[in-house]
């Protein structure tokens, strides 16, 4: 197989968010089929996803996982978009709008003073959004052979990855069309979080939303507040195996093997290609 190339960005610079690097993957079919557009993954956390970290585990694994779902005939190849975190990775990463009356606040204090979670700038989880669809996709659209459509354009993450990937399908969701949520931190701002994103939900029907979470390690009191984001995706009108997904891992942890190893299960769910289609 051959080794993975990447085409870095760097530049897309905004005033008060921290400056960051963007590594795109181009699919093997976009060289091998020159008239041909692609769909796109936006990922969080885009220095994990295509190498492992200096002396940690496996990383992501992402273009062997799209690799091995073209080979079976299971999706159409995305062209992946890995958006390097920062020093402000918890402030870039917040769902701004959720967190903003003084209760969340004091809620979202409280757990920052109970873990050692890093905010070096505030939150700027509304900033980082405006770079991603005036800065960045533009960009992207405008370099590659994508398909701009929302439809085709989905944002995945894990963790406050999660968070900040289903924020961006409810603050844009003329621009973004799915969101994969793995392992999504919601103790960091529990029910203000739920609430916030159950009441701000796209209609269902034309958007699609996964979610995911094992129970050891830090993901382990993850259940009760999914629970409570599956009643409320549910509630407003999505359908369980149609345009929402939502799977408990027993066994598995917070760490890349094991998003790595169920990554598969929302790429073909946002990327799969339709029989007959």
Known sequence: MDAIKL???????????NRRRV??????????????????????DGQ?????KISTGPGWRVVENVRALVAAGKIDPPIVVGITSTMNRMGDYMPQKAMQ??????????????????????????????WIVEKLKPLIDST???LPEAEHTAILGSSM???????????????????GCMSTHWPIGGDYLIDWFGEHLPPPGIHKLYFDHGDQ?????????????????????????????????????????????????PLEFFFGIVEGG
């Open 161 to 179: 990855g999660a968070l900040i990937s289903l924020y961006a399908l409810c603050e844009y969701p003329q621009v973004f069309g799915c969101a």
């Open 144 to 146: 590659y052979r994508s």
């Open 217 to 265: 390690g830090l993901d382990e009191p993850y259940a009760e507040w999914q629970a409570k984001m599956d009643a409320a995706v549910l509630a407003a009108g999505y359908t369980d195996g149609r345009d929402f997904l939502s799977f408990n891992f027993p066994g598995e942890g917070h760490a890349e093997q094991y998003w790595a190893g169920r990554l598969q299960i």
């Open 7 to 17: 085409i870095s960005h760097r530049g897309l610079d905004l005033p008060n968010l």
């Open 101 to 130: 009356n003084e209760a969340a606040l004091a809620y979202m204090d409280a757990q920052f003073r109970r873990m050692p979670y890093r905010m070096t700038r505030g939150m700027r989880g509304d900033l980082y959004l405006t």
């Open 23 to 44: 590594d795109v993957w181009l699919p093997d079919e976009y060289h091998t089929q020159p008239e041909r557009r692609f769909p796109v993954l936006y990922m969080q």
């Open 48 to 52: 994990n996803i295509y190498k492992p």
